[in-house]
């Protein structure tokens, strides 16, 4: 019995294979990366400091609740303003700031009286991408609007994977009524208008990040059952399944540990444009205002800005960059696993 | 949501009342006949006639009926504005003006006002109007067939009846009594052509499409269904010599096209392929409005205040709320909205800070009203005397279990990039907003429901102050009713039962002042940012009057709302020079330039 998780030689081989290509492999590298960093966004890209040393002590504000400012000499009671308080305790010398790379959160307007935002890229205010068209720094809003992205993404597939892979697989198995009822159930699901839907749900309430990829799923899990469906046909057929059976196996036994080990190359193959998928539909939502709530950064939000302030090309160019090269990236890695596990490459019976 | 001042004037304009056959009735002996042959003109002697407007609608017009199914679209009050009534409203004075009458009488018990017929006026198939046309507007309005049931309602509850004294005289009434400065917007009715409405019998269908004798300066010439409509100016029009009318309505055509997209109708302006384009906002006038056939000179700019009646612009706070009950948190929200941050940092400064809920009403605003100032030292006072004096670990106010936040209901795009300024300002004083968009009429629907906490958004309409709908008790803790706010007070129902019911300007205007004295005192109703002024492109052979506007109009040119072209109280005021545009033509192919010409008309302004 073959298993997921232990690495025996074809697995090693797979995994070898997809190393051998390079760009997909690196492209792994870097997108992985990419989305632990965005788990620590908040000590890379945030107002908050990353250490205050002020009058001996030393604070270290990145995460957990506010320290007001009195706390550290100002007189008010909301919220240190960690770059003032930099620029005050470098003239007066009691003490220091360590700010994080980009000084700003997604949310706060860097306005100033002299001009008005959009302000370009600068990199003497630290706005390396400009701001967008309230003064929030675009950097931020796409460092964080990278992560809700493809947390949004990850979850949606996850959740998406199991629902369609076991109602795929069930059908592919069973077959007779239930796969006939089904296939019509599908038909008549994927014909209702996704994107109606959505602007029907989102008129009458907010959706927030969960309910948002409750609606995407109504839509999202049909794909997957119709290739798991064709998969578990053909697998059921083989004698591995027969013999199964002939032991006595129950039938959810051989559909989990048998069959679907043997289509996992089939899963995995899929996961990145699946990926890509997600991102693009939440990016797509948040363009035409369906999407999450302001002022939640999003890509889609920075897009549909970006392209109505077509003077101001920092903010859409910063988009669609960030996008393009994350999309090309997973596609990168898709080709390498698509081809890393290969069937022609690999199959050991004919 | 927002009503439409245009539609709410012409269908109290149009009313109509029915006539018993009887026995000539007798004219009252002690009418006192009042005309206007005295207030200033506003049209500019420099007019010429002639030449072609071309103007655009974002869709094409559903119907040309101006009542029934679809027909309250932008288009209607194209036609609407060549629907003369019985005298018009000076949109400088704001006083009555001649139109279809030469004279007009009140009667003592402020119901009824008497009307003495221009024999002249004649329908634009040439019929003369009578009498009876006044009449028929009341059948007209109050026919079943014209599927309008507010109409219905509103001429038959509120207008009286019409009677006909001789060809000449007619009287219309109100069905009760009203001050005198507001009867006119009720009684002043439009005539309906009898001759050419023969039988009403189906007639959202029958009509739909037919062009109905008017008696305006313009009227309908060509129609391409889904494409253009024309309105060609009347060469021997019977009002072209009246006092008010002189020197108006010059272009001999009016073309307006479809173009479904704005980003394109622009493009279509900066070819000269439309004359006039509205640039109120911001990004039009300060980024769009700039490049070549603004610098040299092609299009000129234009900024003109008025001082119009404006709506209650304002956040809306919710007082069947728990927390927002206590004064003193409203009064925290109040002095902690920053909305001069976002007008002078993000608006650019282009907007005016409301301060009164009835602004723009002359006699009835009282200008000594401010809007409370961002001052987070008086937010905190009110806060913590509230008993919001402690913040929980995210900055917030926190008092035992509850957390001072709430959601703020708002329906349109363009509000967004100011509440989430807002919210960060908030945050400051220790209160979470948290933003609620939805599309305009849910988010209008759920604020009538009285589903919000705040809500962001303005009521209004109309020449004068209301005040029952939206603040009288009768209106509160109930569902699709306009008393947003959810106010409740005694002394408030009594200054507006006074208010309804005074009938002496004096009375009223003082009445007026109280009631906006105690919206700012309880602080339910805070006000934002207004604009009070239009603001125009035109190339430069639109010429205007020297002063280019008037005080409730705006600039006496706007794309946006080309019907203003056809307005009896203020429309029509441009032409169009000929020999300018032969001569711009040909500048813009040689390259040679005109001196750039950007004005900001302030006659109207009203002094901060």
Redesign the interface.
Known sequence: MMSLFNLNPLTIKKINRFKSIRRGYYSFIIFTLLVLLSCFAEVLVNSRALLVSYEGNLYFPSY???I?GRTLGLG????TNYRDLQKKLKDSGSGFVIMPIIPYNP???D???SS??PFPPSFEDSHYLGTD????DVAARLVYGFRTAIFFSLILLVVSYLIGVSIGAAMGYYGGLFDLLFQRIIEIWSNIPFLYVIMIIS??M?PNFFMLIVIVLLFGWIQMTWYMRTVTYKEKAREYVMAAKALGASNSRIIFNHILPNTVSIIITFIPFSIANGIIALTSLDYL?FGL???TPSWGELLSQGSN?L?SLWIVSSVIVAMTLILVMVTFMGEAIREAFDPKKHTTYE | MIFNKRSILSILSCVLIYSSVQAAPKLPGNLEWITNDSDEVFASPKAVKGGKLHSFLLSFPLTLRYVGPDSNGSFRSAILGNKMALVASHPNTSGLFPSLATHWAYSDDNTTMYFKLNPDARWSDGKPVTPDDYVFTLEFMRSKEIIAPWYNTYYSDEIGEVVIYDDYTISVSSSKPRPRNELPSHVALNPTPRHFYKDLTGFVKKYNWSIAPNTGPYQISEIKKGKSITFSRKKDWWAKDLRYYKNRFNVDKIKTTVIRDINLAWEHFKKGKLDIFGLTLP?YW??KATGEIFDKGYVKKLWFYNDAPQYAYGIWLNQDNPILKDRDVRLGIAYSLNME?VN???L?GDYVRKNNYSSGFGDFTDLSIKARPFD?QKA?EHFTKAGWSE?????IRIKGNERLSFTVTYGS?LV??R???L??EY????LELV?????GA?SFKSALEKKHDIWWGALGGGDFPQYWGTLHSKNAHKAQTNNLTNTDDAQMDRLIEAFRSAMTTTERTDLAKKIQNLIHYQSAWIPTLETPYGRVGYWRWVQLPDVPGTRIGGPATSAFDFSSSFSTSDGGLFWIDKDIKKETLAAKKKGKSFPVVNVVDTTFKVAD
Do not use: C, W
């Open positions: 957990g609740s506010i007001p008010y009671d909301y919220e949310y706060e307007n306005l100033n009286d008005f935002p068209t309230i003064g929030r008129s009458i907010i205002g709530p302001p002022p302030n003077e | 990004l300060h980024e941050k002078q940092e993000v650019r987070l905190d913040r929980g670990g995210d900055g795009d967004t990039s509440l989430v300024v919210k960060e945050k400051r004083a220790g933003l609620r968009k939805m599309d849910a």
